[in-house]
């Protein structure tokens, strides 16, 4: 099989799937005939074809895919009549607590952002698929450790937790929501008088459309 075949095949099942495929299934559309590093080069030249269009082809957690890029999204939103469930500036204040310092105990979350946090907040994350307990800390009651998914990193269109935006150079940003009494020193949605960059980065989160999920 040439080249400009296999590419075929691999766009034509990049685009009908329903989710990213990794390497080892897209290796299985040429019974193993193909090395991964050939299936990579093909994806990266791919990518290259795909560079001037609306729809770019991405490496997330779980594998390739194609999505919408996000200049396109404030067009493809008119056709669904349905706004997506917007998230509290807690809610996605906790996710990048857990995001940037897992993995976290609902202890540390609480002492990091200054308040109790509550129960349905943690469950609506993990009812998201965003974050999930991957053991416990050995002390008093064992409290559960979160962490994010594979799910959280495929959503926000990243590939692992190190591309994700840096604190170091994240500056605050203003959020849409709930904005805090002047001189309070609160950040907006927030009942912590502690200026944390996990608050500064949940902005970030807000922004990249992370509530959405991807656009295909």
Known sequence: MNTTDARRILETALICAQQALSLRELG??????????????????????????????????????FQSRPEMREYLDRLSPEKPPRYSRATLETLAIIAYRQPVTRGDMEDIRGVTINSLL???????????????????????????????????????????????????????????EPGSGQLPGSESSVSLPEAQLSAIFENLALDAGPST
């Open 122 to 180: 943690i469950k609506q994350l993990e009812d998201r698929g965003w974050i999930e307990v991957i053991g416990h800390r050995e002390t008093v009651g064992r409290p559960a450790l979160y962490a994010t998914t594979r799910q959280f990193l495929d959503d926000l269109g990243v590939g692992s937790l190190a591309e994700l935006p840096s604190m170091a150079n994240t500056p605050a940003q203003p959020s849409r929501l709930d904005p805090p």
């Open 28 to 65: 299985a559309l040429f019974n193993g005939a193909l090395a991964a590093d050939s299936i990579k080069r093909m994806l990266q030249d791919l990518q290259q074809e795909w560079s001037g269009k609306g729809v770019e082809l991405v490496h997330v957690a779980s594998g390739w895919r």
